[in-house]
């Protein structure tokens, strides 16, 4: 026993086991740098604007999930997806999204569309000729706004096939905003910031297009800002969409 400690106590075993303590200690290190600077980072990235068509981290991210489940319910003919899907976006208690405004002329009816109205989708799950009246649903409005001051708001247009509209609001701090089409529907966003004079254009399947567009915006917070949204409708046939906005 003797022999083995005095073994483990050469200056060859003192000198290896010194290094090898330096080593783990460098890459512990090593791995701490890369964890904070990735922490650090993202704040930065995230305030970029990315306008693909994923998950939003921020405060509209419960409504764009309900209403990109809604279209899949509503793509696949689920009953039971939608309801929940419905009951998701209630709980999100949006409001209307009346700032967002055509710069295009009058807007084109959405009758014969699906929208993302809980009461036009509770009818729908009735049984009830929604697609029919379907403007006249977007139009029954319980709650406006102008300004987003921190809630949920929505509105639902309709584009016309392989064309586009332009829309303006007036947004202030972090904007959120994303763009979510009826089944078979892809569309690809330019928006322009006026007061500003900067774009924060779609890089990805801009020809193609998307079913969804998500994009963050960081603005000055004491100051309104104009922005101005012009949505593509890279498919062949009128879609219907819903803009959803903080």
């Known amino acids: 026993m003797k022999r083995r400690i005095l073994l483990l106590l050469t200056p060859k075993f003192l000198q290896l086991s010194t290094e090898y303590f330096n080593?783990?200690?460098?890459?512990?290190?090593?791995?701490?740098?890369?964890?904070l600077t990735a922490l650090l980072l993202m704040p930065a990235f995230g305030n970029i604007?990315?306008?693909?068509?994923?998950?939003?981290?921020?405060?509209?991210?419960?409504?764009?999930?309900?209403c990109t489940n809604m279209r899949s319910a509503i793509g696949t003919g689920s009953n039971p997806a939608l309801q929940a899907a419905n009951q998701a976006l209630k709980a999100c208690n949006p409001e209307s999204f009346d700032d967002f405004t055509s710069l295009t002329g009058e807007e084109p009816s959405l009758d014969g569309h699906f929208i993302f109205n809980t009461t036009f989708v509770d009818s729908l799950l009735e049984e009830r000729d929604v697609y029919r009246f379907?403007?006249?649903?977007?139009?029954?409005?319980?709650?406006?706004?102008?300004?987003?001051?921190?809630?949920?708001?929505?509105?639902?247009?309709?584009v016309r096939a392989s064309s586009s509209s332009k829309y303006?609001?007036?947004?202030?701090?972090?904007?959120e905003l994303a763009v979510v089409t009826?089944?078979?529907?892809?569309?690809?966003?330019?928006?322009?910031?006026?007061?500003?004079?900067?774009?924060?254009?779609d890089t990805e399947n801009v020809t193609t297009g998307q079913p969804a567009r998500y994009r963050v915006i960081e603005l000055p917070a004491n100051t309104l800002t104009t922005l101005e949204v012009?949505?593509?409708?890279?498919a062949d046939k009128d879609i219907s969409l819903v803009v959803i906005s903080n």
């Open 134 to 158: 379907a403007q006249r649903y977007a139009n029954d409005r319980t709650h406006r706004a102008t300004v987003s001051q921190g809630g949920i708001y929505l509105k639902n247009c309709l």
């Open 182 to 201: 009826e089944p078979g529907g892809s569309i690809t966003l330019r928006i322009y910031d006026k007061t500003r004079g900067k774009w924060y254009n």
């Open 230 to 234: 012009e949505i593509i409708n890279t």
């Open 49 to 66: 604007g990315w306008a693909q068509s994923p998950t939003p981290a921020g405060s509209i991210q419960a409504a764009f999930e309900a």
């Open 168 to 175: 303006t609001f007036s947004a202030r701090d972090v904007q």
């Open 23 to 35: 080593q783990t200690i460098d890459m512990k290190l090593i791995k701490k740098t890369i964890q």
